[in-house]
């Protein structure tokens, strides 16, 4: 699905500070797993908990693998294209995902290596720089702001498969990660006639419709950002997250249950 409306910009400089400083928490975290622990079910089909750790480094590997690879001629996918060309590859998702666990029981090896790499090839590589990405070749600093969903959702994962793990957020990360779904929401529904309000981090107009021009919006949609992140990826769904108070929404306009989750 082809973006409607202009990407915002992100700083590429605390874009990369938010990846590693993510990455880094999910990392101590993962450190401190017992055997049993990683042997948990996850609310991703079949994976465990291990499996999720294993995938997690994936998500930052994937930057470094497609630096070493040759540059594309012209960049194919727009930074609010991303969000909704990542459905196709659940399946293979999956299969290197389990292979990856399996062939890597040493965790902490293998978040080590992962994360060196990621150092060295960053070092001097521009934020221009082309990435032939499976999704579709990317601008480095592009890439590197979807991979703050990543690391985001799958640290939201890691929280709500292991009571008590609490894994921190970084705050760049978790506000680059609200934005960016944020944003694909509006390109999905492009219009102004619902404000959609995720405080401090996103406001967006959305949906067809009358457009609001002062006053408060008659269509009017509130929640926090890890809910909003679990709406936009499925991990919620609207009726429960309405049920359970997690989302406030006043307005004939208001009802988002069409059009999430945004990632498939």
Same mark, same amino acid.
């Given at each position: 699905?082809?973006?409607?409306?202009?990407?915002?910009?992100?700083?590429?400089?605390?874009?990369?500070?938010?990846?590693?400083?993510?990455?880094?928490?999910?990392?101590?975290?993962?450190?401190?797993?017992?055997?049993?622990?990683?042997?948990?079910?996850?609310?991703?089909?079949?994976?465990?908990?291990?499996?999720?750790?294993?995938?997690?480094?994936?998500?930052?590997?994937?930057?470094?693998?497609?630096?070493?690879?040759?540059?594309?001629?012209?960049?194919?996918?727009?930074?609010?294209?991303?969000?909704?060309?990542?459905?196709?590859?659940?399946?293979?998702?999956?299969?290197?995902?389990?292979?990856?666990?399996?062939?890597?029981? &040493?965790?902490? +090896? @293998?978040? /080590?290596? $992962?994360?060196?790499?990621?150092?060295?090839?960053? %070092?001097? !590589? *521009? #934020?221009?720089?082309?990435?032939?990405?499976?999704?579709?070749?990317?601008?480095?600093?592009?890439?590197?702001?979807?991979?703050?969903?990543?690391?985001?959702?799958?640290?939201?994962?890691?929280?709500?498969?292991?009571?008590?793990?609490?894994?921190?957020? &970084?705050?760049? +990360? @978790?506000? /680059?990660? $609200?934005?960016?779904?944020?944003?694909?929401?509006? %390109?999905? !529904? *492009? #219009?102004?006639?619902?404000?959609?309000?995720?405080?401090?981090?996103?406001?967006?107009?959305?949906?067809?419709?009358?457009?609001?021009?002062?006053?408060?919006?008659?269509?009017?949609?509130?929640?926090?950002?890890?809910?909003?992140?679990?709406?936009?990826?499925?991990?919620?769904?609207?009726?429960?997250?309405?049920?359970?108070?997690?989302?406030?929404?006043?307005?004939?306009?208001?009802?988002?249950?069409?059009?999430?989750?945004?990632?498939?």
């Amino acid at each position: 699905m082809p973006a409607k409306k202009r990407t915002r910009t992100y700083d590429p400089a605390r874009i990369r500070a938010a990846v590693f400083a993510q990455f880094g928490h999910v990392r101590q975290a993962v450190s401190t797993l017992t055997p049993d622990r990683l042997a948990l079910p996850t609310r991703l089909g079949e994976w465990t908990v291990r499996d999720l750790a294993a995938h997690i480094t994936m998500a930052v590997e994937t930057v470094s693998r497609n630096l070493d690879r040759d540059e594309p001629p012209k960049p194919e996918l727009a930074l609010l294209d991303w969000p909704f060309a990542t459905a196709d590859r659940a399946a293979d998702i999956a299969d290197g995902t389990r292979a990856l666990a399996e062939a890597n029981p &040493d965790l902490d +090896a @293998l978040y /080590a290596r $992962t994360e060196e790499r990621l150092a060295e090839r960053l %070092a001097d !590589a *521009p #934020g221009t720089r082309l990435l032939d990405a499976r999704t579709g070749a990317m601008v480095l600093d592009d890439y590197l702001v979807t991979r703050t969903v990543e690391l985001v959702v799958h640290t939201d994962d890691l929280n709500a498969a292991v009571p008590g793990l609490d894994v921190p957020y &970084d705050k760049q +990360a @978790l506000a /680059a990660c $609200t934005r960016l779904l944020a944003d694909a929401l509006a %390109a999905k !529904a *492009p #219009g102004g006639a619902t404000e959609v309000r995720v405080p401090p981090y996103a406001v967006v107009q959305c949906v067809e419709g009358p457009r609001h021009t002062r006053g408060t919006p008659p269509n009017v949609v509130e929640t926090d950002p890890l809910t909003w992140i679990r709406l936009a990826t499925g991990r919620l769904t609207w009726a429960d997250a309405l049920e359970a108070a997690r989302v406030s929404a006043s307005g004939e306009r208001a009802d988002l249950s069409g059009l999430l989750p945004l990632l498939g």
